[in-house]
């Protein structure tokens, strides 16, 4: 349910914490977490509180484990699969093990767990690195060696990365985003309401700082310098919401304008280093971000900016250090900002790892094993079902043009699925993995994408490529393929369930798909037209007449509290409230429509209608618990709303919700008709 909209790094997918706690033994299986009326607390009042009549029980019984942030039905089937993963890394571990993928999975893993050598390395694998760093003259040397950081996951000053280009999106462009920030957001500096996080954050970096032998005011004055250096760059970073507008944040510009455009910059030495020279042009996300940098390179001496690179080279590496540097950025990136306390266990801190760096070799191993074949047919047949409503609502929807509705029409007949996992897996075996070099390894996987994407710029895009793996409880809407993608991990109960009913079914994975066809259609995926490229295909009065009725998911949603005085970013949340949405309104009208025509289905059970049903199951996969820290710094980064609201946001604006359980107008859950929205 999270949709790709960038590829530059931090701004894919959000990345949630979903995964296995420690209340099971590792060796123990996890139950599967499919719908269950157990869950219910029926002493509660339907219309007065739905979310806890649907899943009150699970939310009292089911407290966020200590190494966890927050625990939902995400994280519970993620549980599972990474339950499944340990069984694949042990075993890849099996010295008898020699084939290509699985041998080099086992490298991996075993390279993560070798505590003993990772101890003996200590900071040593820093080095190198912090030689190249001394050695600076420049700020042209600054960028050459951010170049070098980059390509091999180390961060600073900015992102960059290779995805199709926005407004030509066949070809892949190189892109350039704001960046360079230690903390979670630009907010967490600007505004007073973080001053305790900043404080943490300045202790957290003189610690690290002092892992490398610096004396505690050295470092107590660095850390200094890394977060006065940090708090420029967020006053001169967009905020999120307006990081939203995909048509605000494209600017085309030719690399021989680089030069004249950010003198003190110096990306053409960036460029040439990272062999990208050779291509005519760019895009900037933010030209304002690149002129302040190239405005704070000038005023800040060489000596801030080295302070800060060896804070990103600390930073890009703690967690593959030893047990002093891991625990320390727990501390504060776990405990601190998300208030989780306890890591999670070794084997799945790895896991998570190997996933990331050679997820389709892993995953490879995964779907061989866990992925029955016969998923994919049946989940074709949902799409298709979907689809059908989605088609007929743009069809008949009354405030669109017919000008505009043909055009959405062609786009919508465009669309295109992709389920399970891809057709060919991504070939690692060139890259070097040895099982008692854990820093090595991650780079070596960072430099082979940073290369495997740095090569094809200009080149056409590889439309059959993933960008999740195989094991994740996730999906996406790719904007400039116009495709919606399932992997393997979330097609399992309680999305996907074979065992239950069509209601059930329709109320969680019928909801994923519909959530995702909607991403089309939401606030910014209606900016990309039938190719997939940005390009304004709406008339005047039908964005009017769209943005009225978004103003109404705004309103309801920017009126939720998470905690006393934090609200729901309804600007934020936009798209995905419009796309939980309607994926309620075409999940629901797909489940009538299977009904209609196989009318034995029509029946209740364990008391039940199906009606009742679909909307138990979409609340029910929406069941969270989390940490009042994680609450906070999500409601500050991420562009969903927190569960209990989508648990009950779509419901609210459908008179069939308000039907299925005979919830009347006073009730607290009943919305004035006049309130509620409807866009698809
Ligand atoms: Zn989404």
Redesign the pocket.
């Known amino acids: 349910?999270?949709?790709l909209k960038w590829l530059l790094p931090g701004l894919a997918a959000i990345g949630v914490l979903v995964a296995a706690g420690q209340s099971f033994a590792a060796d123990a299986e996890p139950p599967v977490p499919r719908f269950s009326l157990d869950y219910m607390d029926r002493s509660i009042d339907p219309g007065t509180d739905f979310y806890h009549y649907a899943a009150g029980n699970w939310l009292k019984q089911n407290p966020v484990p200590a190494d966890k942030s927050r625990w939902g039905a995400f994280n519970e089937l993620q549980q599972r699969n990474w339950f499944l993963i340990h069984q694949i890394l042990d075993s890849a571990t099996n010295p008898a093990v020699t084939s290509y993928p699985a041998r080099m999975v086992g490298d991996f893993y075993r390279s993560a767990l070798d505590t003993q050598r990772r101890e003996e390395l200590g900071l040593k694998p820093l080095q190198n690195d912090l030689n190249k760093i001394a050695r600076l003259t420049s700020a042209k040397d600054l960028l050459q060696l951010l170049a070098d950081f980059h390509s091999r996951g180390i961060g600073g000053l900015f992102n960059d990365g290779v995805s199709p280009d926005e407004k030509n999106s066949s070809v892949y462009a190189y892109e350039i985003w704001q960046g360079g920030l230690g903390l979670p957001d630009r907010d967490y500096y600007l505004k007073d309401e973080f001053s305790k996080q900043r404080i943490a954050y300045s202790n957290h970096v003189a610690k690290m700082f002092q892992l490398l032998g610096e004396p505690e005011a050295d470092a107590e004055t660095n850390a200094g310098t890394v977060l006065s250096l940090e708090t420029e760059l967020a006053k001169i970073s967009k905020s999120r919401v307006d990081l939203r507008d995909p048509i605000a944040n494209y600017h085309k510009m030719t690399v021989d304008s680089l030069a004249t455009n950010y003198p003190e910059l110096h990306l053409n030495a960036y460029l040439a280093d990272s062999g990208l020279d050779a291509m005519p042009d760019l895009v900037v996300g933010q030209p304002e971000f690149l002129a302040g940098v190239d405005r704070l390179l000038l005023e800040r001496p060489l000596a801030d900016w080295k302070i800060y690179l060896r804070w990103n080279l600390l930073h890009g590496s703690a967690q593959y250090l030893n047990n002093a540097a891991e625990t320390e950025n727990f501390s504060f990136y776990g405990t601190v900002l998300s208030g989780q306390p306890a890591q999670e266990p070794r084997w799945q801190r790895a896991a998570r790892v190997v996933d990331g760096g050679i997820g389709e070799a892993l995953g490879q191993l995964y779907v061989e094993k866990y992925y029955p074949p016969a998923a994919r047919a049946r989940m074709n047949e949902l799409v298709e079902n979907v689809k059908d409503v989605f088609g007929d609502r743009l069809r008949k929807v009354d405030w669109m043009t017919e000008g505009t509705r043909a055009k959405a029409l062609a786009k919508f007949g465009r669309f295109s699925q992709k389920i399970g996992y891809p057709d060919k897996f991504r070939d690692y075996s060139s890259i070097t993995i040895l099982p008692d070099d854990y820093l090595g390894n991650v780079r070596r996987v960072t430099m082979f994408e940073s290369h495997r994407e740095f090569v094809r710029v200009g080149k056409p895009v590889e439309r059959a490529e993933w960008h999740m793996t195989p094991p994740t409880v996730n999906a996406?809407?790719n904007p400039s393929q116009n495709e919606i993608v399932f992997p393997a991990g979330i097609l399992q109960p309680p999305f996907f369930d074979v065992t239950m009913d069509d209601a059930v079914n329709y109320g969680a994975i019928g909801v994923v798909i519909g959530?995702?066809i909607t991403?089309g259609y939401d606030d910014q995926g209606r900016k990309y037209d039938a190719d997939g490229n940005l390009n304004d295909w709406w008339t005047d009065a039908d964005a009017t007449a769209f943005e009225a009725r978004a103003q109404k998911v705004v309103d309801q949603y920017s009126a939720y509290e998470i905690l006393p005085g934090v609200h729901v970013n309804g600007r934020l949340t936009l798209?995905?409230n419009i796309?939980d949405l309607g994926g309620a309104s075409v999940a629901y009208e797909a489940l009538e429509r299977a009904l209609a025509k196989d009318p034995a289905k029509r029946k209740s059970i364990d008391g039940f209608t199906p009606e009742q049903r679909f909307f138990l199951s979409l609340s029910q996969i929406w069941r969270t618990n989390c940490r009042e820290a994680e609450m906070v710094r999500l409601i500050t980064v991420d562009v969903?709303s927190p569960g209990q609201f989508r648990a009950i946001g779509p419901h609210v604006n459908m008179q069939e919700f308000y039907d299925a359980f005979g919830i009347k107008q006073g009730a607290p859950m009943w919305r004035p008709v006049e309130l509620r929205a409807k866009i698809w």
């Open positions: 349910m999270y949709e996406y809407f959530h995702e991403h798209g995905e796309a969903h």
